[in-house]
């Protein structure tokens, strides 16, 4: 018994003996392993990189392709300006909505015209619909929910802002040129005459109440007379309700650029809006967009015109201005 007893510890000692042996593969292989891991996530971290590194590479050549693409279109557009492709640009795009409508696109919506001064597109809503003799009027102007904010610097203005198919402003600068599309000569040596557009003012009120008042001639001035504005030839069915000019005669102003006629007030700083102002309870189609029970003032879109109109003094809710270029040279 005691012989066993001796044995079996004997062959406890042993196999810490064996195991204290094996401790220094055990390490060994410990560390190997952990080395090959190491490596193995050093590898994929440099693919990772490399993936990455590629990717940067694949986004820079493409920015550089569409810079190069876009110099080619610029290229290529000046090379159209150039030559007689600018001529044929200039007679075959659509300048504005009355050759539209001549063309057969008889409804009314957002279309595309060609600036040609500016050589470039410009969206407007061109109407098709409106109860007139004339058909194909391009709109330069929208009022009709409140939607956006009129109550904008000079900036602004003359860029445009708002949407085509809602409340919008065509922009000083785009009004100016639409106002010069239709030119032509008597003779080719001859000197260019500009034949300018007949403006409309569709306007409606909360009663619906409507009327839409119409101008036979307009002279409208580059940036450098700050866009200043000449109307004619009122319409004769308005002459006793409207006055002859009711934005006619001025430069237009805006809250912070004041050139109204007006030396004891900042008129566009007061209605709020920019436009054409001579005194400060002057015609602003731009004003505030008043609420339905509301009355018209100056505090809100105004025309004091309206007041004959309707004697109830209704504010106005719809209010366009419009172009159309139908006139025939003569």
């Given at each position: 018994?005691?012989?066993?007893?001796?044995?079996?510890?004997?062959?406890?000692h042993?196999?810490?003996?064996?195991y204290?042996?094996?401790?220094?593969?055990?390490l060994?292989?410990?560390?190997?392993?952990?080395?090959?891991a190491?490596?193995?996530?050093?590898?994929?971290n440099?693919v990772?990189?490399?993936?990455?590194?590629?990717?940067?590479?694949n986004?820079?050549?493409?920015?550089?392709?569409?810079?190069q693409?876009?110099?080619?279109?610029?290229?290529?557009l000046?090379?159209?300006?150039n030559?007689?492709?600018?001529s044929?640009?200039?007679?075959t795009?659509q300048?504005?909505?009355?050759?539209?409508?001549?063309?057969g696109?008889?409804?009314?919506?957002?279309y595309?015209?060609w600036?040609?001064?500016?050589?470039?597109?410009?969206?407007?809503?061109?109407?098709?619909?409106l109860?007139?003799t004339?058909?194909g009027?391009?709109?330069?102007?929208?009022?009709?929910?409140?939607?956006?904010?009129?109550?904008?610097?000079?900036?602004?203005?003359?860029?445009?802002?708002?949407?085509p198919?809602?409340e919008?402003?065509?922009?000083l600068?785009?009004?100016?040129?639409?106002s010069r599309?239709?030119?032509?000569?008597?003779?080719?040596?001859?000197p260019?005459?500009?034949?300018?557009?007949?403006?409309?003012?569709?306007?409606?009120?909360?009663?619906?109440?409507?009327?839409?008042?119409?101008?036979?001639?307009?002279?409208?001035g580059p940036?450098?007379?700050?866009y200043?504005?000449?109307?004619g030839?009122?319409?004769?069915a308005?002459?006793r309700i409207?006055?002859?000019?009711?934005?006619?005669?001025?430069?237009?102003?805006?809250?912070?650029?004041?050139?109204?006629?007006?030396?004891?007030s900042h008129c566009?700083s007061?209605n709020?809006?920019?436009?054409?102002?001579?005194?400060c309870?002057?015609?602003?189609?731009?004003g505030?967009?008043?609420k339905h029970?509301?009355?018209?003032?100056?505090?809100?879109?105004y025309?004091?015109g309206?007041?004959n109109?309707?004697?109830?003094?209704?504010a106005l809710?719809?209010v366009?201005m419009?172009?159309?270029?139908?006139?025939?040279?003569?």
């Amino acid at each position: 018994m005691t012989m066993l007893l001796q044995k079996r510890k004997w062959l406890e000692h042993s196999w810490f003996y064996y195991y204290l042996l094996l401790l220094p593969f055990f390490l060994w292989h410990y560390k190997a392993v952990g080395s090959q891991a190491g490596n193995i996530i050093l590898r994929v971290n440099r693919v990772a990189k490399s993936l990455k590194n590629q990717h940067l590479t694949n986004n820079k050549f493409y920015n550089l392709q569409n810079c190069q693409n876009q110099q080619q279109k610029a290229k290529q557009l000046a090379r159209l300006n150039n030559h007689h492709y600018s001529s044929y640009l200039h007679t075959t795009l659509q300048k504005e909505c009355t050759s539209i409508y001549a063309s057969g696109s008889t409804s009314s919506g957002i279309y595309p015209i060609w600036l040609k001064e500016r050589f470039q597109f410009t969206y407007v809503y061109c109407d098709m619909d409106l109860v007139s003799t004339q058909k194909g009027w391009t709109t330069i102007q929208r009022r009709m929910n409140g939607e956006f904010n009129f109550e904008r610097g000079w900036d602004d203005y003359v860029k445009g802002f708002g949407n085509p198919s809602s409340e919008h402003w065509l922009g000083l600068e785009n009004i100016y040129r639409l106002s010069r599309q239709t030119a032509y000569s008597t003779n080719t040596l001859g000197p260019i005459h500009i034949l300018t557009p007949e403006v409309g003012f569709d306007l409606q009120d909360w009663e619906e109440m409507k009327a839409f008042v119409q101008y036979a001639n307009l002279l409208l001035g580059p940036k450098a007379t700050n866009y200043w504005l000449d109307l004619g030839g009122l319409n004769k069915a308005f002459r006793r309700i409207f006055s002859s000019g009711p934005i006619s005669g001025y430069s237009f102003s805006t809250p912070d650029r004041d050139n109204d006629n007006n030396d004891h007030s900042h008129c566009a700083s007061k209605n709020r809006s920019g436009g054409w102002f001579n005194g400060c309870v002057e015609p602003n189609l731009n004003g505030p967009y008043p609420k339905h029970a509301q009355l018209m003032s100056s505090e809100n879109i105004y025309w004091g015109g309206w007041l004959n109109f309707n004697k109830n003094g209704t504010a106005l809710r719809f209010v366009f201005m419009k172009f159309y270029h139908g006139k025939i040279r003569p």
